[in-house]
């Protein structure tokens, strides 16, 4: 069983950066790893995901250019640093990992373990 802790919301203004962590704990043979973000009232969409079998990353054409997902492969730690970030970047973010054939940001099925979310914050 793996655990994911998020951690690294804020409240920043419109144009600043923030870098969120997941740290995973536990044993694990999962392949996908991601960020997804829900806004009040919204569905929750996939912001980022690699897909470790193939060494693919994924992004939310809203933010392509902007986020960046990075992975500490010693320390088990996922990283997404948000640049640029706007107002519609605010949400809860949630780190999720599984396993699947295929996984990106528009395919949530493969992934079973979620965190507890970290919230961020844009104001313009």
């Known amino acids: 069983q793996v655990y994911l802790a998020e951690s690294g919301g804020d409240s920043v203004q419109a144009g600043g950066h923030l870098r969120l962590s997941c740290a995973a704990s536990?044993?694990?043979?999962?392949?996908?790893m991601g960020w997804f973000r829900q806004a009040p009232g919204k569905d929750r969409e996939g912001v980022a995901v690699?897909?470790?079998?193939?060494?693919?990353?994924y992004y939310n054409p809203a933010v392509k250019g902007r986020f960046a997902l990075s992975k500490d492969n010693a320390a088990n730690i996922l990283y997404l640093q948000m640049n640029n970030l706007k107002p519609e970047d605010t949400a809860m973010y949630y780190c999720?990992?599984?396993?699947?054939?295929?996984?990106?940001?528009?395919?949530?099925?493969?992934?079973?373990?979620w965190g507890h979310g970290t919230q961020v914050t844009v104001s313009s």
């Open positions: 690699h897909d470790s079998n193939s060494n693919a990353f």
């Open positions: 536990g044993s694990s043979s999962n392949n996908c």
């Open positions: 999720a990992a599984g396993r699947g054939v295929y996984c990106s940001t528009t395919n949530s099925a493969p992934f079973a373990v």
